[in-house]
Structures are given as C-alpha cells and as structure tokens.
C-alpha cells in the first residue's frame, strides 16, 4: 500500500509540472491575464486614386499619400501559446496629404520565440484629408492587417536590456476594399 501511495504521489507531482509551467510564457510574463501596452510608429500611407466605398475623392495630382506618426493603446490576453486583443490609435500626418486617422482594431495571433508575436488585425478607421481644406469630413472604412513585434531576446540583445517591457513593432495594414496601403514601425512598451 505505501507503494502505491508513493507512485500516486509522484505521478501528481509530475502531471502537476506541465500545468504549473502552462501558466507562464516563454518571455517569463504571465500566460494568461490582461497585458495593456502603448505603442509609438512612424510610416507612410498611400491611397490609390479609383473611386471607393468610403467616398474618397481623387487627387488632382498623382495619389494621396503622407508620412505620419502614431500613438497606440491597447492590450492583449494571453491564451497559453495565442493571443487576442484590441487597441484604439491617433495617427497626425507630418507630410503629405493626410492630416488625422484615428480608429479601432482587435487582433488575433500567436506567441514566437522569447517575446514575439505574430498578428492579424480587423478595424475601423477613419481619415481626414489636409489635401481636402480645413473642413474636409472623416472618410471611413473597414481596416485589414498583418504584423510583427519581436522583444530584446529574440534579436539576441536580451543581455543589453534584460526584461525592459519593451518589443520592436512592424506592420502593414490597408483601408477600405485595399485602397491604401500603410507600413508601420515603432516600439511598443508593455506593463
């Protein structure tokens, strides 16, 4: 009987290790939770100049397009080797024709490496033209996306910075029936 009792023992212990190491991501942080960040990008967007659902007009020279600068909030919940998430963005054009995008978008994807992820986004946005005058509207439209984040450990400086909380970000999304298209990077910084 005390030979039983110690192999049921031993086997609990050892079913009970996976369940235990499930609970933590390879990059040590939690793998199942709340995970708010923000984030900082730069990049440029271009628009074709067909006519669109969104009711864009066509540019009277050439293509609209415009480097601009954004702000990123949002948060992921980790599933174990997946994510799920949404953030809300405020992007100011700082040359070219756009003047303001703003929008929402949720993400989906899964965990690589030490701290990476690998992502595709769905939104809405919204885009105010410069080129349009100062009281041009808002022209809106579905969002469609795919991305990239890689941590310190995972371009191999995880020596430099340890666990800064901080991920390199790379991205390209376009709008509407894919009447632009927008490559992104930046950082992004997570709590």
């Not at 659902?53 to 948060?75: C, H, K, M, N, W």
Request: proline share 5%; glycine share 16%.
């Amino acid at each position: 009987m005390r030979k039983f009792t110690l192999a049921a023992a031993a086997a609990a212990a050892f079913v009970a290790m996976p369940a235990y190491a499930q609970d933590e991501a390879p990059d040590g942080s939690r793998a199942f939770g709340i995970d708010p960040y923000v984030a900082v990008l730069g990049g440029w967007e271009q628009f074709d100049n067909e006519p669109n659902e969104a009711g864009i007009p066509a540019a009277t020279r050439g293509r609209l397009d415009g480097s601009l600068v954004q702000g990123i909030v949002g948060f992921n919940v980790p599933l174990g080797p997946v994510f799920v998430g949404a953030e809300g963005n405020v992007a100011k054009g700082i040359s070219g024709d756009i003047d303001w995008e703003y929008g929402v978008a949720g993400r989906a994807g899964v965990r690589a490496g030490e701290s990476g992820l690998i992502y595709g986004k769905v939104g809405y946005q919204w885009v105010n033209f410069a080129a349009f005058g100062k009281d041009s509207p808002d022209y809106h439209a579905m969002t469609y996306g795919l991305g990239f984040e890689v941590g310190p450990k995972d371009i191999g400086l995880g020596g430099l910075t340890d666990n800064a909380g901080f991920r390199f970000r790379a991205e390209v999304t376009t709008f509407g029936d894919a009447q632009s298209l927008r490559p992104m990077a930046g950082v992004v910084a997570h709590f």
